[in-house]
């Protein structure tokens, strides 16, 4: 049984619709589940505000409203219903978390335009997109300003003065590596970095509020975690440092387990996280490009189609072939 | 002269080489980062497939059935040869930018399926208007990709050497996603959308 509004009379209309059974309800919603998700991300929004002062706060701002913005407009263009369902919003955070703070504000609008109108809605939507938006934002934006997509200023606040620096992935790891003072810093999140990837603790914290929540699973960000260290280990690399630095925390938290564009089963999940562990490794030693966590989910994205198609679960009663 | 107009309004929209039919992407997507490289692209591309139509319509009798397709090449990469020299020795800079993307014309498949599916089967005149449609809106096409690619990918538009205008912002920071493969599939596909919105192309 479900409640329709009517659209056509001014009154609005409740009309009964008559189904098949199970007739289940339940608290959640999309809404609910979107505004759980940007709860638990205003902690690591905080810590970098905290750490970046202004600039953070113009960076998320922009890229959320712009996020919003074209949700809108893209919809009035589509002529569908525009919901204020928070997605745009969790794209918008998204995206501005993984930019560098010193980033011109046009660049993270343009970010959020490329994420909403082509990433998404292109494909149809909420639901039916291929990417990750937010990725996809990111990885426009990394691909077209290489160079303003890779200044990293040292934390400094609000203080008016910033000190640009290399990011800790791309700097030698012989010379910072398997210090106990350099994992405190990562786990704080008090080091240059991406707006909101920095605090390793706080990303934590909300990723496992949401595990609690039973708003995301635990399979893929333990899978794609523990791959990451598995393999930086064999690989003989500092794996604590590995796993705390860069954007690893904030994509195996907050997107690598994304309904739309992630397997739905749970093998699934566990095989898309360790592919995803396996590549970012891969692209950061091997790649052209000092941080490999964006990628490695998007090309997973790609292949998520065909995990879900090997890992559908057998229906009980229906024997092997 | 109705079959003449006819043959030739087609290609430029009801079936625009690019936009409609989606054939020859390859040089289209390879050649339209600037302007320059286009305009040289849909030249070439005019002057092959004007006289190859028209030296296939005139030999359609005598061509065998089972040996065509050989034989379309042939005369279609003689014509590719003559513009390569032609290119080479008159505008050098364009020839060496297109690089390997003009010795190419030889098997594109627009070039030979117009062959195959035009010129083989009609008369003369209208093959010629056939190829005079297609020519003006595959230039029309590349024009405007390369365009839009130009000016967002490189924030201003330079046509042959003379700078026409630049963007006050983009100048320094150009989005260099569109002078990439991915720009070009990325603005083709937003043109085609557009033209399907205002209703130039219609489904089919």
């Known amino acids: 049984m479900a409640k329709i509004k009517n659209d056509n009379s001014n009154k609005t209309e409740e009309k009964l619709i008559i189904s ?11 809404k609910r589940t979107m505004y759980l998700v940007i709860l638990a991300l205003m902690l690591p929004t905080a810590a970098g505000i905290y750490f970046f002062g202004f ?42 978390l993984t930019l560098p703070p010193t980033i011109p ?5 343009i970010g959020s335009v490329f994420a909403i109108a082509i990433a998404k809605e292109a494909f149809g939507g909420l639901g039916h997109n291929i990417f990750n938006p937010a990725l996809a934002g990111r990885a426009f934006l990394q691909l077209s300003f290489p160079a303003q997509m890779s200044v990293w200023i040292a934390p400094s606040g609000f203080a008016p003065d910033a000190v640009t620096s290399a990011s800790p992935l791309s700097d030698a790891f012989e010379k910072i590596g398997s210090n106990p003072e350099i994992y405190r810093e990562l786990l704080i999140g008090n080091i240059n970095g991406s707006l909101g990837e920095t605090s390793a603790l706080l990303l934590l914290a909300g990723g496992i509020l949401l595990i609690i929540l039973r708003v995301i699973d635990w399979r893929t960000p333990v899978a794609f975690i ?25 994509g195996a938290f907050f997107m690598a387990t994304d309904y739309v564009t992630t397997p739905m089963t749970r093998t699934g999940k566990i095989v898309f996280g360790i592919g995803a562990g396996i590549l970012t490794v891969t692209i950061r030693l091997y790649g052209g490009y000092p941080e490999g966590v964006c990628f490695a989910i998007l090309l997973m994205n790609a292949a998520t189609p065909l995990i879900e198609r090997y890992t559908q679960p057998r229906p009980y009663g229906l024997g092997k072939k | 002269m109705s079959g003449f107009s006819k043959e030739f309004k087609k290609g430029i929209v009801i079936s625009n080489p690019v936009f409609v039919l989606a054939l020859s992407l390859c040089p289209v997507l390879a050649v339209t ?26 030999m359609r009798k005598m061509i065998p059935d089972v040996v065509r397709i050989p034989v379309f ?21 364009i020839y060496s930018a297109l690089g390997i993307y003009l010795s190419l014309l030889a098997v594109n498949c627009l070039i030979l399926g117009r062959a195959e599916a035009f010129a083989s089967r009609n008369k003369v005149s209208d093959s010629l208007a056939d190829a005079l449609g297609m020519s003006v809106g ?37 989005i260099s ?6 720009g070009a599939f990325l603005v083709m596909g937003l043109l085609i959308a557009f033209f399907k919105q205002i209703g130039v192309i219609k489904d089919v």
Not at chain 2, 177 to 182: D, L, N, P
Request: with cysteine; aromatic share 10%.
């Open chain 2, 138 to 174: 595959f230039c029309l096409a590349l024009i405007l990709i390369s365009f839009f690619r130009e000016l967002l990918g490189k924030g201003g538009i330079t046509v042959f050497g003379n700078e026409l205008f630049t963007l006050p912002v983009l100048a320094e920071n150009p």
């Open chain 2, 73 to 93: 090449v042939i005369i279609i990469a003689t014509f590719v040869s003559i513009v390569e020299m032609l290119f080479q020795a008159y505008i050098p800079a």
């Open chain 2, 33 to 58: 980062d600037t302007l320059d490289k286009a305009l040289g692209m849909s030249g070439a591309f005019a002057l092959v497939i004007i006289a190859s139509n028209l030296i296939i319509s005139l």
């Open chain 1, 226 to 250: 523990g791959a990451t260290a598995l393999l930086s280990l064999v690989l003989g690399q500092d794996a604590v440092y590995q796993v705390l630095s860069g954007g690893l925390m904030i």
């Open chain 2, 177 to 182: 996603v569109f002078g990439m493969s991915m």
């Open chain 1, 20 to 30: 098949s059974a199970p007739h289940l309800r339940s608290k959640w919603s999309v």
């Open chain 1, 105 to 109: 504000l046009w660049m993270a609008a």
């Open chain 1, 55 to 96: 600039n953070a706060i113009f960076v998320i701002l922009t890229s959320v409203i712009a996020a919003v913005a074209t949700e809108y407009l893209v919809k009035l263009l589509r002529k569908k219903p525009f919901v204020m369902d928070g997605s745009a919003v969790i794209t918008g955070l998204l995206l501005a």
